[in-house]
Protein backbone atom coordinates (compact mmCIF):
# COMPACT_ATOMS: atom_id res chain seq x y z
CA UNK A 1 0.00 0.00 0.00
CA UNK A 2 1.29 3.64 -0.76
CA UNK A 3 0.70 6.96 0.10
CA UNK A 4 1.07 10.15 -1.60
CA UNK A 5 2.21 12.47 0.97
CA UNK A 6 5.04 13.94 -0.81
CA UNK A 7 6.44 13.73 -4.13
CA UNK A 8 10.25 13.38 -2.39
CA UNK A 9 8.60 9.59 -1.56
CA UNK A 10 8.35 9.09 -5.16
CA UNK A 11 10.76 8.26 -8.26
CA UNK A 12 10.51 10.97 -11.63
CA UNK A 13 9.36 7.64 -13.43
CA UNK A 14 6.26 7.18 -11.11
CA UNK A 15 5.57 10.17 -11.56
CA UNK A 16 6.09 10.92 -15.01
CA UNK A 17 3.29 7.38 -15.29
CA UNK A 18 0.70 9.65 -13.32
CA UNK A 19 0.68 12.52 -16.16
CA UNK A 20 1.15 10.03 -18.51
CA UNK A 21 -1.98 8.83 -17.31
CA UNK A 22 -3.56 11.87 -16.71
CA UNK A 23 -3.46 13.27 -20.14
CA UNK A 24 -5.03 10.09 -21.27
CA UNK A 25 -8.09 11.01 -18.84
CA UNK A 26 -8.28 14.68 -19.72
CA UNK A 27 -9.05 13.11 -23.01
CA UNK A 28 -11.43 10.32 -22.06
CA UNK A 29 -13.02 12.00 -19.03
CA UNK A 30 -15.43 9.41 -17.80
CA UNK A 31 -14.19 5.50 -16.49
CA UNK A 32 -14.80 3.30 -13.95
CA UNK A 33 -11.82 2.79 -11.89
CA UNK A 34 -13.23 3.80 -9.11
CA UNK A 35 -16.55 1.58 -9.59
CA UNK A 36 -17.33 0.95 -6.05
CA UNK A 37 -14.74 2.68 -4.23
CA UNK A 38 -15.15 5.01 -1.48
CA UNK A 39 -12.94 7.75 -0.76
CA UNK A 40 -12.78 10.41 2.37
CA UNK A 41 -12.18 13.87 2.16
CA UNK A 42 -11.24 15.27 5.20
CA UNK A 43 -10.92 19.07 5.24
CA UNK A 44 -9.62 20.87 8.05
CA UNK A 45 -9.55 24.01 6.18
CA UNK A 46 -11.36 25.61 3.64
CA UNK A 47 -11.24 24.95 0.20
CA UNK A 48 -12.55 25.78 -3.81
CA UNK A 49 -10.57 23.86 -6.29
CA UNK A 50 -9.32 20.84 -3.95
CA UNK A 51 -12.57 20.26 -3.06
CA UNK A 52 -14.61 20.77 -6.61
CA UNK A 53 -12.10 18.69 -8.56
CA UNK A 54 -11.62 15.95 -6.22
CA UNK A 55 -15.66 15.09 -5.58
CA UNK A 56 -15.83 15.58 -9.56
CA UNK A 57 -12.65 13.49 -10.38
CA UNK A 58 -14.01 10.40 -8.40
CA UNK A 59 -17.29 10.67 -9.74
CA UNK A 60 -16.31 10.66 -13.04
CA UNK A 61 -14.85 7.58 -12.60
CA UNK A 62 -17.59 5.55 -10.95
CA UNK A 63 -16.50 6.06 -7.45
CA UNK A 64 -17.96 7.72 -4.28
CA UNK A 65 -16.89 11.13 -2.08
CA UNK A 66 -17.58 11.31 1.59
CA UNK A 67 -16.64 14.98 2.34
CA UNK A 68 -15.95 15.49 6.26
CA UNK A 69 -14.78 18.76 7.95
CA UNK A 70 -14.15 17.29 11.89
CA UNK A 71 -14.73 19.99 14.16
CA UNK A 72 -18.35 21.01 11.89
CA UNK A 73 -19.97 18.16 10.50
CA UNK A 74 -17.38 15.56 11.57
CA UNK A 75 -16.58 15.22 15.79
CA UNK A 76 -13.44 17.18 16.39
CA UNK A 77 -10.13 14.85 16.48
CA UNK A 78 -7.59 14.69 19.30
CA UNK A 79 -3.72 13.66 17.73
CA UNK A 80 -1.63 13.59 20.76
CA UNK A 81 -1.40 10.51 22.52
CA UNK A 82 -1.76 9.62 25.92
CA UNK A 83 -3.84 12.42 26.19
CA UNK A 84 -6.28 12.39 28.97
CA UNK A 85 -9.27 13.89 26.24
CA UNK A 86 -11.13 15.98 28.90
CA UNK A 87 -11.12 19.38 25.69
CA UNK A 88 -13.02 19.61 22.36
CA UNK A 89 -11.89 16.62 20.88
CA UNK A 90 -14.33 14.10 21.13
CA UNK A 91 -12.08 11.06 19.79
CA UNK A 92 -9.31 10.09 18.75
CA UNK A 93 -7.27 9.56 15.65
CA UNK A 94 -6.30 5.80 15.96
CA UNK A 95 -10.33 5.22 16.31
CA UNK A 96 -10.83 8.13 13.60
CA UNK A 97 -8.42 6.64 10.93
CA UNK A 98 -9.40 2.75 11.75
CA UNK A 99 -13.15 3.79 10.91
CA UNK A 100 -12.37 5.31 7.76
CA UNK A 101 -10.44 2.32 6.77
CA UNK A 102 -13.51 0.27 7.64
CA UNK A 103 -15.49 2.54 5.40
CA UNK A 104 -13.45 3.64 2.49
CA UNK A 105 -11.05 2.34 0.23
CA UNK A 106 -8.88 5.81 0.77
CA UNK A 107 -8.31 9.00 2.93
CA UNK A 108 -7.75 12.43 1.67
CA UNK A 109 -6.53 14.67 4.10
CA UNK A 110 -6.08 18.59 4.08
CA UNK A 111 -4.56 20.02 7.15
CA UNK A 112 -3.01 23.27 7.17
CA UNK A 113 -0.39 24.38 9.68
CA UNK A 114 -1.47 26.32 12.42
CA UNK A 115 1.59 28.78 12.22
CA UNK A 116 2.07 28.34 15.97
CA UNK A 117 5.08 26.06 16.51
CA UNK A 118 7.40 25.59 13.14
CA UNK A 119 8.45 22.49 14.57
CA UNK A 120 5.59 20.51 15.30
CA UNK A 121 4.08 22.15 11.29
CA UNK A 122 6.91 20.68 10.27
CA UNK A 123 6.34 16.73 12.13
CA UNK A 124 3.01 17.21 9.70
CA UNK A 125 1.78 15.10 12.03
CA UNK A 126 -2.02 15.28 10.99
CA UNK A 127 -1.69 13.61 7.67
CA UNK A 128 1.27 11.39 9.36
CA UNK A 129 -0.95 9.83 11.88
CA UNK A 130 -3.75 9.14 9.50
CA UNK A 131 -0.74 7.28 7.22
CA UNK A 132 0.03 5.57 11.14
CA UNK A 133 -3.26 4.63 11.91
CA UNK A 134 -5.16 3.80 8.39
CA UNK A 135 -5.34 0.73 6.48
CA UNK A 136 -6.03 2.49 3.19
CA UNK A 137 -3.92 4.31 0.88
CA UNK A 138 -4.13 8.05 2.34
CA UNK A 139 -3.15 11.16 0.10
CA UNK A 140 -2.38 15.03 1.16
CA UNK A 141 -4.72 17.32 -0.29
CA UNK A 142 -2.71 20.07 1.48
CA UNK A 143 -0.40 20.07 4.59
CA UNK A 144 2.71 21.33 4.71
CA UNK A 145 3.47 20.64 1.17
CA UNK A 146 0.87 20.42 -1.78
CA UNK A 147 2.13 17.50 -4.05
CA UNK A 148 -1.42 17.47 -6.04
CA UNK A 149 -0.89 20.95 -6.93
CA UNK A 150 2.75 20.25 -7.68
CA UNK A 151 1.35 17.21 -9.96
CA UNK A 152 -1.27 20.01 -11.99
CA UNK A 153 1.59 22.47 -12.45
CA UNK A 154 4.16 20.25 -13.96
CA UNK A 155 1.53 18.88 -16.28
CA UNK A 156 0.75 22.51 -17.58
CA UNK A 157 4.61 23.05 -18.12
CA UNK A 158 4.86 20.17 -20.03
CA UNK A 159 2.11 20.91 -21.94
CA UNK A 160 3.35 24.65 -22.35
CA UNK A 161 7.08 23.66 -22.61
CA UNK A 162 7.75 20.10 -23.55
CA UNK A 163 11.15 18.31 -22.17
CA UNK A 164 11.56 20.19 -19.15
CA UNK A 165 15.41 19.26 -19.01
CA UNK A 166 17.88 22.44 -18.39
CA UNK A 167 15.17 25.17 -18.50
CA UNK A 168 14.71 28.19 -16.07
CA UNK A 169 13.04 27.48 -13.56
CA UNK A 170 11.87 30.77 -11.16
CA UNK A 171 10.02 30.45 -7.70
CA UNK A 172 9.20 34.39 -6.78
CA UNK A 173 7.79 35.36 -3.34
CA UNK A 174 4.95 37.64 -3.86
CA UNK A 175 2.69 39.96 -1.45
CA UNK A 176 -0.53 38.77 0.53
CA UNK A 177 -1.47 40.98 3.57
CA UNK A 178 -1.18 37.70 5.79
CA UNK A 179 1.39 35.45 6.33
CA UNK A 180 0.30 32.70 4.29
CA UNK A 181 1.68 28.40 4.31
CA UNK A 182 4.69 28.05 2.45
CA UNK A 183 3.01 24.55 1.55
CA UNK A 184 2.80 25.70 -2.48
CA UNK A 185 6.15 27.39 -2.55
CA UNK A 186 8.11 24.05 -0.52
CA UNK A 187 6.03 22.28 -3.39
CA UNK A 188 7.17 24.11 -6.32
CA UNK A 189 10.90 24.08 -5.12
CA UNK A 190 10.44 19.85 -4.87
CA UNK A 191 8.77 19.42 -8.16
CA UNK A 192 10.99 22.00 -10.01
CA UNK A 193 14.04 20.23 -8.99
CA UNK A 194 12.74 16.84 -9.33
CA UNK A 195 11.51 17.48 -12.99
CA UNK A 196 15.61 18.38 -14.24
CA UNK A 197 14.64 22.49 -14.14
CA UNK A 198 17.46 25.05 -13.02
CA UNK A 199 15.90 26.43 -10.12
CA UNK A 200 16.09 29.71 -8.74
CA UNK A 201 14.06 31.29 -5.48
CA UNK A 202 12.96 35.00 -5.16
CA UNK A 203 12.43 36.15 -1.67
CA UNK A 204 12.88 40.05 -0.27
CA UNK A 205 15.31 38.98 2.64
CA UNK A 206 16.75 36.02 4.59
CA UNK A 207 13.34 36.09 6.81
CA UNK A 208 11.45 34.50 3.73
CA UNK A 209 13.85 32.03 2.81
CA UNK A 210 11.81 29.05 2.67
CA UNK A 211 12.72 25.65 5.29
CA UNK A 212 16.05 23.82 5.24
CA UNK A 213 14.12 20.73 4.29
CA UNK A 214 13.10 22.06 1.37
CA UNK A 215 15.51 23.75 -0.17
CA UNK A 216 17.87 20.71 0.48
CA UNK A 217 16.02 18.29 -0.89
CA UNK A 218 15.74 21.08 -4.00
CA UNK A 219 19.30 21.05 -4.24
CA UNK A 220 19.67 17.41 -3.50
CA UNK A 221 17.34 16.64 -6.48
CA UNK A 222 19.31 19.41 -8.81
CA UNK A 223 22.44 17.69 -7.93
CA UNK A 224 21.11 14.71 -9.20
CA UNK A 225 20.00 16.13 -12.08
CA UNK A 226 23.27 18.23 -12.78
CA UNK A 227 21.33 21.26 -12.69
CA UNK A 228 21.40 24.63 -9.82
CA UNK A 229 19.64 25.80 -7.29
CA UNK A 230 20.11 29.69 -6.47
CA UNK A 231 18.92 31.64 -3.94
CA UNK A 232 18.78 35.61 -4.57
CA UNK A 233 16.86 38.67 -2.84
CA UNK A 234 17.52 40.97 -6.04
CA UNK A 235 14.50 40.80 -8.22
CA UNK A 236 16.54 41.92 -11.54
CA UNK A 237 18.48 38.82 -10.78
CA UNK A 238 15.75 36.39 -10.20
CA UNK A 239 13.33 37.36 -13.65
CA UNK A 240 16.25 37.60 -15.78
CA UNK A 241 16.16 34.47 -18.37
CA UNK A 242 13.14 32.55 -16.73
CA UNK A 243 11.22 30.30 -19.03
CA UNK A 244 8.90 29.73 -15.89
CA UNK A 245 7.47 32.33 -13.32
CA UNK A 246 6.05 30.54 -10.38
CA UNK A 247 4.62 33.44 -7.89
CA UNK A 248 3.38 32.47 -4.21
CA UNK A 249 3.50 34.33 -0.42
CA UNK A 250 4.61 33.01 2.52
CA UNK A 251 4.90 34.06 5.99
CA UNK A 252 8.36 34.96 7.16
CA UNK A 253 9.63 31.10 9.00
CA UNK A 254 11.75 33.67 11.48
CA UNK A 255 8.43 35.36 12.83
CA UNK A 256 6.93 32.49 13.43
CA UNK A 257 4.05 32.32 15.73
CA UNK A 258 4.00 36.17 15.33
CA UNK A 259 2.34 37.86 12.64
CA UNK A 260 1.74 40.98 14.12
CA UNK A 261 5.47 42.03 13.79
CA UNK A 262 6.46 40.27 10.28
CA UNK A 263 3.05 42.37 9.17
CA UNK A 264 5.72 45.29 9.91
CA UNK A 265 8.60 43.73 7.43
CA UNK A 266 5.98 42.16 5.05
CA UNK A 267 4.09 45.28 4.01
CA UNK A 268 7.51 46.92 3.15
CA UNK A 269 7.78 44.25 0.04
CA UNK A 270 4.84 44.97 -1.75
CA UNK A 271 6.86 45.58 -4.60
CA UNK A 272 7.33 41.88 -5.37
CA UNK A 273 4.20 41.73 -6.78
CA UNK A 274 4.42 40.56 -10.70
CA UNK A 275 3.93 42.65 -13.33
CA UNK A 276 4.17 43.00 -16.73
CA UNK A 277 7.63 44.91 -16.21
CA UNK A 278 9.07 42.22 -14.16
CA UNK A 279 7.39 39.47 -16.63
CA UNK A 280 9.10 41.03 -19.30
CA UNK A 281 13.01 40.84 -18.09
CA UNK A 282 12.43 36.55 -18.58
CA UNK A 283 12.93 34.62 -21.02
CA UNK A 284 9.16 34.68 -22.79
CA UNK A 285 7.97 32.80 -19.59
CA UNK A 286 4.68 31.23 -18.50
CA UNK A 287 3.67 32.70 -15.61
CA UNK A 288 1.04 30.38 -13.05
CA UNK A 289 -0.11 30.50 -9.53
CA UNK A 290 -1.81 28.07 -7.25
CA UNK A 291 -4.87 29.86 -6.91
CA UNK A 292 -6.46 31.59 -5.07
CA UNK A 293 -4.76 35.15 -5.83
CA UNK A 294 -5.90 38.49 -4.99
CA UNK A 295 -5.08 40.19 -8.50
CA UNK A 296 -3.53 43.84 -8.37
CA UNK A 297 -1.65 42.37 -4.35
CA UNK A 298 0.07 39.73 -6.02
CA UNK A 299 -0.06 39.97 -9.99
CA UNK A 300 -1.09 42.66 -11.60
CA UNK A 301 -4.48 42.20 -13.87
CA UNK A 302 -2.18 42.84 -16.62
CA UNK A 303 -0.18 39.44 -16.07
CA UNK A 304 -3.43 37.13 -15.03
CA UNK A 305 -5.18 38.18 -18.16
CA UNK A 306 -1.93 37.67 -20.31
CA UNK A 307 -1.57 34.80 -23.26
CA UNK A 308 1.32 33.80 -20.68
CA UNK A 309 -0.51 33.11 -17.44
CA UNK A 310 -1.35 29.46 -17.60
CA UNK A 311 -2.86 29.62 -13.96
CA UNK A 312 -6.55 28.88 -15.11
CA UNK A 313 -4.76 25.66 -17.23
CA UNK A 314 -3.11 24.62 -14.22
CA UNK A 315 -6.16 24.38 -11.97
CA UNK A 316 -8.34 22.69 -14.57
CA UNK A 317 -5.43 20.01 -14.70
CA UNK A 318 -6.04 20.05 -11.01
CA UNK A 319 -9.13 17.08 -12.05
CA UNK A 320 -7.15 15.37 -14.57
CA UNK A 321 -3.81 14.46 -12.39
CA UNK A 322 -5.96 13.46 -9.24
CA UNK A 323 -7.90 11.33 -11.19
CA UNK A 324 -4.66 9.62 -12.40
CA UNK A 325 -3.60 9.64 -8.81
CA UNK A 326 -6.55 8.10 -6.97
CA UNK A 327 -6.63 5.32 -9.93
CA UNK A 328 -2.95 4.42 -9.52
CA UNK A 329 -2.96 4.17 -5.64
CA UNK A 330 -6.10 1.81 -5.86
CA UNK A 331 -5.17 -0.09 -8.93
CA UNK A 332 -1.73 -1.25 -6.49
CA UNK A 333 -3.73 -1.75 -3.50
N1 LIG B 1 -4.93 25.60 -5.12
C1 LIG B 1 -5.79 25.09 -4.21
O1 LIG B 1 -5.50 24.09 -3.55
O2 LIG B 1 -6.99 25.73 -4.16
P1 LIG B 1 -8.07 25.57 -2.99
O3 LIG B 1 -7.43 26.07 -1.72
O4 LIG B 1 -9.25 26.39 -3.43
O5 LIG B 1 -8.41 24.11 -2.86
Redesign the pocket.
Known sequence: MKNFISTQDWSKSDLQDILDYAKELKVNKFQDNLKNKSIALMFFN??????TSFELGIQQLGGLAVVLHPGKDAWPIEFKLNEVMDTDSEEHIIEVAKVLSEYCDLIAI?AFPKFINLEEDLSDNVIKSFAKYATVPVVN??TIT?P??ELAHILTMQEQLGDLSGKDYLLTWTYHPKPLNTA?ANSSLLIASKFGMNVKLLCPTEDYLLHDTYMQNAEENCNANGTSFSITHDIKEGYKNADVVYAKSWGALSYYGNPEDEKLIRDRYKHFIVNEEKMAMTNNAKFSH???LRRNIKATDGVMDSDYCVAIQE?GN?MHVQKSLLSTLLKDK
Open positions: PSMRTRRMEHCQVCLPAR
